[in-house]
Protein backbone atom coordinates (compact mmCIF):
# COMPACT_ATOMS: atom_id res chain seq x y z
CA UNK A 1 0.00 0.00 0.00
CA UNK A 2 1.58 3.50 -1.02
CA UNK A 3 1.87 6.00 1.73
CA UNK A 4 -1.17 7.84 3.09
CA UNK A 5 -0.96 10.82 5.10
CA UNK A 6 -1.60 11.63 8.37
CA UNK A 7 -5.19 13.36 7.69
CA UNK A 8 -6.14 10.20 5.28
CA UNK A 9 -5.06 7.66 8.18
CA UNK A 10 -6.29 9.38 11.65
CA UNK A 11 -9.72 10.41 12.11
CA UNK A 12 -8.23 13.76 14.02
CA UNK A 13 -4.49 14.91 14.49
CA UNK A 14 -4.85 14.76 18.13
CA UNK A 15 -4.37 10.48 17.71
CA UNK A 16 -1.58 11.04 15.63
CA UNK A 17 0.32 13.73 18.29
CA UNK A 18 -0.65 11.19 21.02
CA UNK A 19 0.74 8.18 19.47
CA UNK A 20 3.83 10.12 18.29
CA UNK A 21 4.46 11.45 22.03
CA UNK A 22 3.87 7.88 23.62
CA UNK A 23 6.53 6.71 21.23
CA UNK A 24 8.56 9.34 21.97
CA UNK A 25 8.39 8.48 25.84
CA UNK A 26 8.92 4.47 25.07
CA UNK A 27 11.57 4.49 22.63
CA UNK A 28 14.77 2.82 23.55
CA UNK A 29 17.77 2.11 21.65
CA UNK A 30 19.28 4.09 19.24
CA UNK A 31 17.36 3.37 16.57
CA UNK A 32 14.16 3.71 17.69
CA UNK A 33 15.34 7.11 19.09
CA UNK A 34 16.47 8.15 15.64
CA UNK A 35 13.19 7.05 13.53
CA UNK A 36 10.59 8.47 16.12
CA UNK A 37 12.81 11.82 16.11
CA UNK A 38 12.66 11.59 12.17
CA UNK A 39 8.87 11.18 12.48
CA UNK A 40 8.88 14.09 14.56
CA UNK A 41 11.04 16.52 12.68
CA UNK A 42 8.98 15.11 8.99
CA UNK A 43 5.11 15.85 11.21
CA UNK A 44 6.69 19.58 12.93
CA UNK A 45 7.54 20.64 8.91
CA UNK A 46 4.65 18.56 6.88
CA UNK A 47 1.73 18.69 10.05
CA UNK A 48 -1.20 16.74 9.08
CA UNK A 49 0.17 16.42 5.68
CA UNK A 50 3.15 14.26 6.71
CA UNK A 51 3.16 10.53 4.83
CA UNK A 52 3.65 7.45 6.57
CA UNK A 53 3.70 3.88 5.01
CA UNK A 54 2.06 1.04 6.43
CA UNK A 55 5.65 -0.23 7.80
CA UNK A 56 6.53 3.51 9.38
CA UNK A 57 2.67 3.44 10.91
CA UNK A 58 3.06 -0.16 12.41
CA UNK A 59 6.96 0.66 13.92
CA UNK A 60 5.63 3.94 15.90
CA UNK A 61 2.37 2.32 17.27
CA UNK A 62 4.52 -0.93 18.14
CA UNK A 63 7.27 1.35 19.97
CA UNK A 64 4.10 3.73 21.25
CA UNK A 65 2.66 0.13 23.07
CA UNK A 66 6.18 -0.46 24.87
Known amino acids: MAAQSVVE ?3 RI ?10 E ?7 ELEFV ?3 RTNFTRYG ?12 LERIAKH
Open 14 to 23: EEFTTLLAAA
Open 48 to 59: AHTHLSTAQKSK
Open 37 to 39: EDM
Open 25 to 31: LHASGAW
Open 9 to 11: IYD
